[in-house]
């Protein structure tokens, strides 16, 4: 298990301030902080490190930060922190810009720039994913960045929305990640960030071909999932959702191994399989639960879901009613 969890609550109030700024202070870059709750700060903080690049998800009350030049000149690893407001709201000044910003957007800060930032000016707590990584990992023009220092970027929709997601399910489930896993979700995120970046400065093309095409994958992925209980999901339509051709959307899946139809299936199946185990929808039928996931026919899908599972849908159904009892 990679993920490392801080609380403040494991100590007593009196400590908790003084614990969360050395913890701060230590897993990302030194700033001087301030709270109108230093008197009892209580505040959580899981670090999933993943080489040179770090998610963090952090739940705290108000909190000030302030990254000044003289800080800066002690120590400045020239990364992005690129801020994903999942809940309250907060502002931040830096380069002359100052930025309000609240739940479903972005906001990118550079280490080597005086920054300040002010957490929940009018709510009282926030949950934030922030993804620090070096400058250079970005892979787009320098200038092109710095135009979007402290610019709060909706992220909401399109390959926004798709980011969005990505960052709060990996925050979500950090803890079922291991060291193996590291690397792709280092890349996937790079992706995912250059591409949104990308847009929004007009550099998408800037970026390598390969990234572009991995960031494209996770987007349609993610589409594919919000869209599983339409029955006429299929490669067809997922390709003129996206603008491109069936043929261009197999040539994506095929080189991880794949098929569109055949992940489509396998999607459906899985949540299909998940709702027939789950003991709060005993008294949904499995042809009910079957067409909640795009499937229409109900001996297609008992013959897929046997094909799959080795048991029909009835059978899975039973053995975990039976264990759950």
Known sequence: MLVQEFRTGVVPPAERWDLWQDVATRTHVPTLMRSGRSDDFEATMRVL??????????????LDTVR?????????????????????DGMLVQDGTEGVFGAGQLIVA???????????????????????????????PPRAVRRLLAVPLTVDHGMGGALYRWLADVARR???????????????????????LGRCVDSEDALPPESR????????????????GDPSLSPATVAAAHGISVRHLHQLFAAEGEAPAAWIRHRRLERCRRDLADPRLRGRSVQAIAAR???????????????????????HRHHHTGRDR
């Open 49 to 62: 490190p993943l080489g040179d690049l770090q998610i963090a998800e952090l739940d705290l009350p108000h």
């Open 110 to 140: 550079d280490t080597s720039l005086p920054y300040d930032v002010r957490i929940n000016r009018t709510s009282r707590r926030s949950t934030t994913v922030v993804v620090s990584m070096p400058r250079a990992r970005l892979r787009l």
């Open 293 to 315: 996931w795009g499937f229409t026919d109900a001996a297609t899908f008992s013959r897929v879901f046997r094909r799959a599972y080795g048991m029909t849908p009835t059978d």
């Open 68 to 88: 000044t030049p003289r800080v800066i000149r002690r120590f400045d690893p020239e990364f992005l922190q690129i801020n994903c407001h999942l809940s309250g």
């Open 174 to 196: 950090a803890d079922e990640f291991t060291e193996a896993d590291a690397p792709a979700l280092a890349s996937v995120t790079t992706d995912l960030l250059a591409s949104v």
């Open 213 to 228: 095409r991995r960031a494209l994958r996770t987007r349609i992925r993610d589409f594919i999932d919000r869209n599983l």
